[in-house]
């Protein structure tokens, strides 16, 4: 067997870094990611539906902002780049509990922002976030979270299920 270099052994007596905790984020109770909750779901339909909260860990260094865009994923208009809306929420850390903000409005609790408004039209027109309005026909929804620095340049991206209805 060879004796190990100099350089080599160097290698071997630095430390070693833990790797880095890729983002991740969850929806919070009521919500479970797989059923949209009751009343969750737009007025059209009975609901007064609000963004679930969502838990999002291993936030990449810089991060500022997170922009969560929302989509109906059996709906192809709305299905993706944050058709039924796009949130912002101010963070710090390498985690956030990102608040349930109501929909149909862009007004907006904690310093959350509109980022972009529903695409949707007519009746289902919103200034804001549009809650789930398939009329319970099972369609998928889903978020889309982005962690951004300062510059809004995305420094992560991951996609969660939010639920069908």
């Not at 810089?62 to 709305?78: H, M």
């Not at 101010?90 to 972009?116: D, N, Q, Y």
């Amino acid at each position: 067997m060879k004796t190990p270099t100099f350089a080599l052994l160097a290698l071997m007596l630095l430390p070693v870094s833990p790797a880095l905790a890729a983002m991740k984020a969850s929806v919070l109770p009521p919500w479970d990611g797989k059923t949209v909750p009751t009343g969750q779901q737009c007025k059209l339909h009975g609901g007064n539906g609000a963004t679930p909260p969502i838990k999002v860990t291993g936030l990449p260094a810089g991060t500022r902002w997170i922009v969560v865009e929302f989509n109906d994923k059996s709906y192809t208009p709305l299905s993706t780049n944050g058709g039924h809306g796009k949130i912002g929420f101010p963070v710090s850390g390498a985690s956030a509990t990102l608040p349930s903000v109501p929909g149909m409005t862009a007004k907006l609790p904690g310093g959350a922002v509109v980022v972009a408004k529903a695409r949707s039209s007519g009746r289902y027109a919103s200034p804001g976030y549009l809650p789930p309005c398939s009329g319970g026909k099972g369609n998928r929804y889903s978020a889309d979270v982005k962690a951004l620095d300062a510059d809004n340049k995305v420094l992560e991206k991951i996609s969660i299920g939010i639920g069908r209805y």
